[in-house]
């Protein structure tokens, strides 16, 4: 039996980087709370929850914890901004609240809001391609100074697509779009004669990880991606995989690895999205090699 684990599994740099703000506050002294899960992996979220670090999903909630706080005589803590991060002027909303502000947005997802804020002011008609219910594009969108923000998920999204006569028309991508598809919706839409300004906004370790697992995926007898349930970057590869990979399945931890479903085959391949934590692969990894 031979195992194939992708070189670019689990944590990308924004993804580290969001977690070890978080991990790195724990000893504060400070209460601490996350506004929205910092990542898409449940593991993750359950640990920080037992050591006391709170997901909080909306306002309100986070305007009745600083009431309670300040009413048993202490300030209301600190609140981490998700790695996919947040509409514009939620920030503001939550230090009015007395609370201290420690951005751990991706910096690829706040380059994408400086490039909507700025295009948008010159006028452009702002396209994004993604999920519209994603975190991350409902912040990208909050952006635009221009609310006729158009999104696009598919090809029947950029083919009933339109624009204003004479109006430019500029194209972001939430960063874990998956390219080839990306490429597909705008070619779609340049054939519409629109003037365009692509920017390819997919981060290099999206597209890296999406190359290896196509690769991987092509070469198996089965594909294993391991990520989140809510992972969109884990949907996409699982996608990919499965187009080049019929046996193809899409885990979240060990736990959910049935072993005997590859007992006839000779290669396996192993891939995880950009919220999976080592630890995680490495047991899916170990009990693959052990038990098949």
Not at 215 to 244: H, P, W, Y
Request: hydrophobic share 40%; proline share 2%; glycine share 8%.
């Amino acid at each position: 039996m031979n195992v194939i684990l992708a070189k670019s599994a689990g944590f990308c740099f924004g993804v580290k980087r969001a977690v070890d703000t978080v991990y790195g506050e724990l000893g504060s002294g400070t209460k601490i709370c996350t506004y929205g899960p910092i990542i898409h992996n449940e593991e993750v979220v359950s640990d920080l929850e037992a050591q006391g670090v709170a997901a909080v999903g909306d306002m309100d909630e986070l305007a009745a914890r600083a009431a309670s706080a300040r009413a048993a005589g202490r300030a209301p803590g600190k609140v981490i901004i998700r790695a996919h991060g947040v509409e514009r002027g939620v920030c503001e909303a939550i230090e009015a609240l007395g609370y201290e502000i420690i951005d751990a947005t991706c910096p690829f997802v706040l380059k994408i809001h400086r490039l909507v804020e700025r295009y948008s002011r010159e006028g452009c008609r702002i396209v994004i391609v993604g999920n519209e219910e994603h975190p991350e594009v409902r912040g990208i969108k909050s952006w635009s100074y221009s609310e006729d923000v158009a999104v696009i998920g598919d090809r029947e999204d950029a083919e009933h697509f339109t624009a204003e006569p004479g109006k430019k028309v500029c194209i972001v991508s939430q960063t874990t779009f998956n390219y080839n598809k990306f490429q597909e919706l705008v070619e779609i839409i340049k054939k519409k004669g629109y003037d365009i300004i692509v920017l390819n906004t997919i981060c290099n370790a999206t597209e890296e990880r999406q190359t290896e697992a196509k690769a991987i995926a092509g070469e198996v007898d089965a594909m294993i991606v391991i990520g989140g349930k809510n992972s969109s970057n884990t949907q996409k590869l699982f996608e990919i995989c499965r187009n080049e990979c019929k046996n193809t399945y899409y885990i979240q931890t060990v736990r959910d690895l049935d072993t005997a479903v590859f007992g006839s085959v000779d290669n396996v391949g192993i891939t995880a999205g950009a919220s999976t934590p080592n630890k995680i692969i490495e047991e899916v990894q170990k009990n693959v090699r052990n038990e098949l």
